[in-house]
C-alpha cells in the first residue's frame, strides 16, 4: 500500500505564498507521476501542476509564473510553491502518484485546505 500525507496548507491574504509538501511511503514502485490537484467547494476536482520523473512539468494555465512543482526524489516527496495567491486558488488540494508501468495506479493524498482572502 502507498500512502501520500500532504502538509503546508491553511490562510493567506492574496498575494501571499504558501508551499505544499506531499510525502510518498510504503510500497513504492516505478513512480511516473507526481501531481497536485484542486477542489473548490461546488466544483469539480482540476489539475494544479504536474510533473514526470523525467522532469516533464505542465501546470495549468491559471497558476503558470505564480505556482512551481518539484520534487525531491531521494525523499519521494512533491512540493508546491504557490506565490502570488488569488482568492479564486481557495480550495482543497491534493496530491496523487501514478505509479506503475503496464499498468497505471493512481494514489491520492487526504487532502489539504488553502484558503486566500481577499
Known amino acids: 500500500q502507498v500512502q501520500l500525507v500532504e502538509s503546508g496548507g491553511g490562510w493567506v491574504q492574496a498575494g501571499g505564498s504558501l508551499r505544499l509538501s506531499c510525502a510518498a511511503s510504503g510500497s513504492i514502485f516505478k513512480l511516473v507521476t507526481m501531481g497536485w490537484y484542486r477542489q473548490a467547494l461546488g466544483k469539480q476536482r482540476e489539475l494544479v501542476a504536474a510533473i514526470t520523473s523525467g522532469g516533464n512539468i505542465n501546470y495549468a494555465d491559471s497558476v503558470k509564473g505564480r505556482f512551481t512543482i518539484s520534487t525531491d526524489n531521494a525523499k519521494n516527496t512533491a512540493y508546491l510553491q504557490m506565490n502570488s495567491l488569488k482568492p479564486e486558488d481557495t480550495g482543497v488540494y491534493y496530491c496523487?502518484?501514478?505509479?506503475?508501468?503496464?499498468?497505471?495506479?493512481?494514489?491520492w493524498g487526504q487532502g489539504t485546505q488553502v484558503t486566500v482572502s481577499s
Open positions: 496523487a502518484a501514478d505509479m506503475g508501468s503496464s499498468v497505471m495506479v493512481r494514489y
